[in-house]
Nanobody
Framework: QVQLVESGGGLVQAGGSLRLSCAAS????????MAWFRQAPGKEREFAAA???????????YYADSVKGRFTISRDNAKKTAYLQMNSLKPEDTAVYYC?????????????????WGQGTQVTVSS
């Protein structure tokens, strides 16, 4: 199981930006699909974004419709870290954000596709 540690959450005003980081312990990090999920109070944990190896040195990013155009997922394999750049934040983006890692998974993404999870980081967007 991959150990994942998120950081970068916090309080931001609507329209602002935050960047989340997810540091992994896995030596073969580059092989893993990395994803971000989020869970708002009283709601189910939902998929936000994923980045998957698609051959050679190419990775493909996938986004939920609710974050497409505002969030960008990326990764630095040398640092074994995944990122989620969040721009134009809205109050409805308020949630605990979880980093996840998985192998042999494909869209549409669900919780069952990822076997390793971080502890979560709180993102609060004020109006």
């Amino acid at each position: 199981q991959v150990q994942l540690v998120e950081s970068g959450g916090g309080l931001v005003q609507a329209g602002g930006s935050l960047r989340l980081s997810c540091a992994a312990s896995e030596r073969s990090f580059s092989s893993y699909t990395m994803a971000w999920f989020r869970q708002a109070p009283g709601k189910e944990r939902e998929f936000a974004a994923a980045i998957k190896w698609s051959g050679g040195r190419t990775y493909t990013a996938y986004y939920a419709d609710s974050v497409k155009g505002r969030f960008t997922i990326s990764r630095d394999n040398a640092k074994k870290t995944a990122y989620l750049q969040m721009n134009s934040l809205k109050p409805e983006d308020t949630a605990v954000y979880y980093c996840a890692a998985g192998l042999n998974s494909s869209p549409p993404w669900g919780r069952a596709d990822f076997g390793s999870w971080g502890q979560g980081t709180q993102v609060t967007v004020s109006s």
